[in-house]
């Protein structure tokens, strides 16, 4: 069975300072791995996504994620948050034969001045 | 070139009431995918929908049923309202492949906030 576990709950990070999110997952075959972000109240922005190929995947917003196979993670990071990156930040799995995405509990972060 | 759209944005209901919420998919689109997201947790697979079939199911009762129509939006229904049931419902939509994804970006609505009461 797929998952994702995302073992950070709440990230409380200084403005200026970098930010790194775990994610890890357990899927079967080939994994498609997502970062969405949710503000309050919103629907699910995509950050990026990893298909194939290069294992450092650039996103919107100065978003990057390295996919790590022999540890089954997806980090996210940014080198220098912003008082906008406070949000929920989601990581998610699919594969090439699968219709659905399974979604992590989510890692809340919080932005202070 | 209009995302995913929802409705209703919020609404309430009773226990026992039954509920419709609408999609509609980015253009282009002709897959539409249904997720609950409870307070406090990631989103819930509960179904797809491709040329009007249902054709994958997450692990949700009876009540909660679906339907696309021709020109590709899609109701949820849920029936016997439980107060469980109260969450963000989000539609996703994309471009299906022969099979799954196939390299398809997903897009989500900003989704239908429901409250049992």
């Known amino acids: 069975a797929q998952s994702v576990t995302q073992p950070d709950i709440h990230i409380t990070v200084s403005e200026g300072a970098s930010l790194e999110l775990r994610c890890n997952y357990s899927?079967?075959?080939?994994?498609?791995l997502f970062w969405y972000v949710q503000s309050p109240g919103q629907g699910l922005q995509l950050l990026l996504k990893?298909?194939?190929?290069?294992?450092l995947v650039q996103g919107i917003k100065g978003f990057e994620a390295e996919f790590k196979r022999s540890q089954s993670s997806f980090n996210l990071r940014k080198p220098s948050v912003h008082w906008s990156d406070a949000a929920e930040y989601f990581c998610?799995?699919?594969?090439?034969?699968?219709?659905?995405?399974?979604f992590g509990a989510g890692t809340t972060v919080t932005v202070r001045a | 070139d209009a995302g995913v759209t929802q409705s209703p944005t919020h609404l309430i209901k009773t226990r026992g009431q039954q509920v419709t919420l609408r999609c509609s998919p980015k253009?282009?689109?002709?897959?539409v995918s249904w997720y609950q997201q409870a307070l406090g947790q990631g989103p819930q697979f509960i179904f797809q929908?491709?040329?009007?079939?249902?054709?994958q199911r997450g692990n949700f009762p009876d009540r909660f049923s679906g339907h696309q129509f021709p020109n590709y939006s899609s109701e949820l229904n849920v029936n016997a309202l439980l107060l469980g049931d109260s969450a963000l419902y989000l539609c996703?939509?994309?471009?299906?492949?022969?099979?799954?994804?196939?390299?398809?970006?997903?897009?989500f609505g900003e989704g239908s906030w429901l409250t049992v009461v």
């Open positions: 929908y491709y040329e009007e079939e249902e054709r």
């Open positions: 996703a939509s994309s471009l299906s492949g022969q099979a799954g994804f196939a390299g398809n970006t997903i897009y």
């Open positions: 253009s282009g689109h002709d897959t």
């Open positions: 990893y298909f194939s190929g290069d294992t």
């Open positions: 899927y079967g075959a080939t994994p498609y």
């Open positions: 998610a799995v699919g594969g090439p034969s699968d219709y659905k995405l399974s």
